[in-house]
C-alpha cells in the first residue's frame, strides 16, 4: 500500500455511542498496523472543534498524524471543508457518512440499514438526511464496508446494489479488557456480584427494552434487579415509551465502570430485535458474562453457538431462558467458557486488516 489514507475524523468531535467507539477503536487499530508496516501514510482529519470529555477509546497514536482543517462543524464540515482537505488521497469514514463531493476515492463504513428497517426508533430529520445520504454516495461510487453479514444483504436491498459491492469487517471485543475494572461500581450503585441482570443499550424503540418487564418480576422474587447502563443522543434517536421495570438505571458508564458490571452480571440481557452488529454481547463475553440474547440477525451471527436466545416477541421465553440459566447447573459456566473463546477471536486489528484490503482497491 503506497497511496495517501485520510480518515474522517468527526467523530472526534462527538459524544460515544457504539459507532464513535467503533471509530476510535478502528483508527487505533490502523495506527498499531503502521507501526508495522501494513498501513499507508495516513492522516486524521478532524474539524477545529474541542473533543467532548466523554469521547473514550481513544489512546496516544505512534505513527498517525492528526491534522485539525477548515473552520465549520457538524455536516457543513464533512461535505464541504473535509473533501478538499483530503484531495490527492483515499478517504475513509467509519460512521455512516461520508462527503458526497469525495466521489469514488473514498470508503465509508456504514453499520446498518436500521433507517429504512427500523425507522420508529429515529427522529424524521435524521432519517431523510441519512437515506438521501447513503444513496448518493452510493451513486457516487464510494465503497461501502459494513459489519456483519445481515447488514450486508440489508443495505444491499435498501440502497439497491449488489451484496458483492458490500465488504464485511467484524469488531472487535478487546477494548473491553483494556482499562481495569472500577472496585467501587458495584458499591456505588448498591449492587452485588450475581444479583443483577446487565442490561447495556439505550432506551429507543428497537432495544426493545419493554419485553423486560416481566423478567424483572421474576428477578424480584430471587432477589435480584435488573440494571440499565446506557444513554441517549435525542437528535438521533426517538425514545420509547418505556415505563418503570423497577430498574436500576446507571446511566453512562465509564469503561472500567462497564468493565465491572459485566464482570459481577449474572448475565447480560441483550433484547435488542434489530442490531448491526451488537457490540455489547461481544464485550460482555469478553469479560466472562453469560449472554441471553433476542434471536437472529447479526447477533446470532456474530455469537454464534456462544449465548442462549429467545424471541424478541415472547416474552416467555425470555423468562423462560432467563430461568433456565439462573436453574440449570453448568449452562452459565458452559456460556461463559464458550463466550471467552469467541470473543478472543474478534479483534480490531483483525477488523482494520480487512479495511486495508479495501483500502488498496479504492
Given at each position: 500500500m503506497t497511496a495517501t489514507v485520510f480518515l474522517n475524523g468527526r467523530f472526534r468531535s462527538q459524544s460515544v455511542t457504539g459507532v464513535q467507539r467503533f471509530s476510535a477503536e478502528v483508527v487505533s487499530a490502523i495506527d498499531r498496523l503502521m507501526l508495522r508496516g501494513e498501513w499507508p501514510e495516513t492522516t486524521l482529519l478532524t474539524p477545529q472543534l474541542d473533543e467532548p470529555a466523554d469521547r473514550g477509546g481513544a489512546t496516544p497514536y505512534g505513527l498517525l498524524q492528526s491534522r485539525k482543517v477548515g473552520h465549520r462543524s457538524g455536516h457543513a464540515w464533512e461535505?464541504?471543508?473535509?473533501?478538499?482537505?483530503?484531495?490527492?488521497?483515499?478517504?475513509?469514514?467509519?460512521?455512516?457518512?461520508?462527503?458526497?463531493?469525495?466521489?469514488?476515492?473514498?470508503?465509508v463504513v456504514i453499520h446498518d440499514a436500521g433507517i429504512f428497517d427500523t425507522p420508529e426508533s429515529y427522529s424524521l430529520r435524521f432519517?431523510?438526511?441519512?437515506?438521501?445520504?447513503?444513496?448518493?454516495?452510493?451513486?457516487?461510487?464510494?465503497?461501502?464496508?459494513?459489519?456483519?453479514?445481515?447488514?450486508?444483504?440489508?443495505?444491499?436491498?435498501?440502497?439497491?446494489?449488489?451484496?458483492?459491492?458490500?465488504?464485511?469487517?467484524?469488531?472487535?471485543?478487546?477494548h473491553v479488557l483494556r482499562v481495569p475494572a472500577d472496585p467501587d461500581t458495584l458499591n456505588r450503585h448498591g449492587l452485588r456480584p450475581g444479583g443483577y441482570a446487565l442490561v447495556v443499550g439505550s432506551r429507543v424503540a428497537h432495544k426493545n427494552l419493554t419485553a423486560l418487564r416481566e423478567v424483572a418480576a421474576v428477578l424480584k422474587t430471587r432477589g435480584m434487579v435488573i440494571a440499565v447502563a446506557g444513554g441517549s443522543n435525542k437528535?438521533?434517536?426517538?425514545?420509547a415509551e418505556?415505563?418503570?421495570?423497577?430498574?436500576?438505571?446507571?446511566?453512562?458508564?465509564?469503561?472500567?465502570?462497564?468493565?465491572?458490571?459485566?464482570?459481577?452480571?449474572?448475565?447480560?440481557?441483550?433484547?435488542?430485535?434489530?442490531?448491526?452488529?451488537?457490540?455489547?454481547?461481544?464485550?460482555?463475553?469478553?469479560?466472562?458474562?453469560?449472554?441471553?440474547?433476542?434471536?437472529?440477525?447479526?447477533?446470532?451471527?456474530?455469537?454464534?453457538?456462544?449465548?442462549?436466545?429467545?424471541?424478541?416477541?415472547?416474552?416467555?421465553?425470555?423468562?423462560?431462558?432467563?430461568?433456565?440459566?439462573?436453574?440449570?447447573?453448568?449452562?452459565?459456566?458452559?456460556?461463559?467458557?464458550?463466550?471467552?473463546?469467541?470473543?478472543?477471536?474478534?479483534?480490531?486489528?483483525?477488523?482494520?486488516?480487512?479495511?486495508?484490503?479495501?483500502?488498496?482497491?479504492?
Open positions: 461535505q464541504i471543508e473535509l473533501p478538499k482537505a483530503a484531495r490527492g488521497g483515499t478517504l475513509v469514514s467509519l460512521g455512516n457518512t461520508a462527503p458526497v463531493l469525495a466521489g469514488h476515492r473514498q470508503v432519517r431523510l438526511w441519512y437515506k438521501t445520504l447513503q444513496h448518493m454516495l452510493v451513486k457516487t461510487g464510494a465503497k461501502v464496508v459494513t459489519v456483519s453479514a445481515f447488514s450486508r444483504d440489508r443495505i444491499a436491498s435498501r440502497l439497491g446494489i449488489d451484496p458483492a459491492r458490500i465488504a464485511v469487517m467484524y469488531e472487535g471485543a478487546d437528535d438521533v434517536f426517538q425514545n418505556v415505563n418503570d421495570l423497577g430498574e436500576k438505571r446507571l446511566g453512562r458508564t465509564t469503561d472500567g465502570e462497564l468493565r465491572a458490571l459485566y464482570e459481577n452480571a449474572a448475565c447480560l440481557l441483550f433484547p435488542s430485535r434489530y442490531e448491526g452488529f451488537g457490540l455489547p454481547p461481544v464485550e460482555a463475553m469478553a469479560c466472562g458474562c453469560p449472554v441471553l440474547a433476542s434471536g437472529g440477525g447479526a447477533v446470532e451471527e456474530i455469537c454464534g453457538d456462544s449465548a442462549l436466545y429467545f424471541t424478541s416477541d415472547g416474552r416467555l421465553s425470555i423468562i423462560a431462558a432467563v430461568e433456565r440459566l439462573l436453574d440449570e447447573e453448568g449452562l452459565a459456566a458452559e456460556l461463559r467458557t464458550k463466550g471467552l473463546a469467541r470473543a478472543a477471536s474478534l479483534s480490531w486489528d483483525a477488523s482494520a486488516r480487512i479495511l486495508g484490503d479495501v483500502v488498496r482497491s479504492a
